[in-house]
């Protein structure tokens, strides 16, 4: 079954502080895997997908098909930051549907 | 990217009634357009594939008389919920597939039925 998992809801940080969001997946052919991030009062927008493998806004995701996890890390976290970031998965068949993590709100603390 | 509109923003019906829900794709011809369903604090949940042309494809677990979905055309698709009751109040988003197949997501309709 497709399935992905972000285990934490909520991850509180300090300003400065490193950041780890999780997220693992379950997947049996080769999915495409991706970040997004919904500010207060925003739409979901995309923030960044594996196959691109970019920095944005100073966020990477590596995929690691052993642990089967696509973990989003930044080194220095911003007030800005802060939102919601879901994790979801795209599968090998093409149809562009997207399977979503639970989500997970990122609070950074000034 | 695509630019999505949804309309309207938020709808509050009483039980019963249908309700529309409208989802534009503004500066892109969309072939297909996903809704979803979002409660509260929750995850989005994918509903449909809405096919121009063509009749939708729903998820496991989704209504189709409930939740009438019809792509008359590139820039428009609509959701009508029928005869809605309490528990299909609900975030309703719906999103494009624009370039570099990246999916572009409408604001949101919020639903309350009383």
């Known amino acids: 079954a497709q399935r992905v998992t972000q285990p934490e809801k909520l991850l509180s940080v300090f300003k400065g502080a490193p950041v780890e969001l999780k997220c693992n997946y379950s997947?049996?052919?080769?999915?495409?895997l991706f970040w997004y991030v919904q500010y207060s009062r925003q739409r979901l927008q995309l923030l960044l997908r594996?196959?691109s493998r970019e920095s944005i806004k100073g966020f990477t995701a590596d995929l690691n098909k052993g642990e089967t996890s696509f973990h989003l890390k930044k080194p220095f976290a911003q007030e800005e930051d802060s939102a919601m970031y879901y994790c979801?998965?795209?599968?090998?068949?093409?149809?562009?549907?997207?399977?979503f993590g639970q989500g997970t709100t990122l609070q950074v603390k000034p | 990217g695509a630019v999505v509109s949804q309309h309207p923003s938020r709808v509050i019906c009483k039980s019963g009634t249908s309700v529309k829900i409208e989802c534009r794709s503004l500066?892109?011809?969309?072939?297909?357009m996903f809704w979803y369903r979002q409660f509260p604090k929750q995850s989005l949940m994918l509903m449909a594939t809405?096919?121009?042309?063509?009749?939708?494809?729903?998820e496991q677990g989704v209504e189709k008389d409930k939740f009438l979905i019809n792509h008359a055309s590139l820039t428009l698709s609509t959701l009508t919920v029928t005869s809605a009751h309490p528990e299909d109040s609900s975030f309703y988003i719906c999103?494009?597939?624009?370039?570099?197949?990246?999916?572009?997501f409408g604001p949101g309709t919020r639903l309350l039925v009383l």
């Open positions: 979801a998965l795209s599968g090998s068949s093409n149809t562009g549907k997207l399977i």
């Open positions: 500066d892109f011809q969309a072939t297909t």
């Open positions: 594996h196959i």
């Open positions: 999103s494009v597939i624009g370039g570099s197949e990246t999916q572009y």
């Open positions: 809405s096919n121009e042309g063509s009749k939708a494809t729903y």
């Open positions: 997947y049996s052919g080769s999915p495409e």
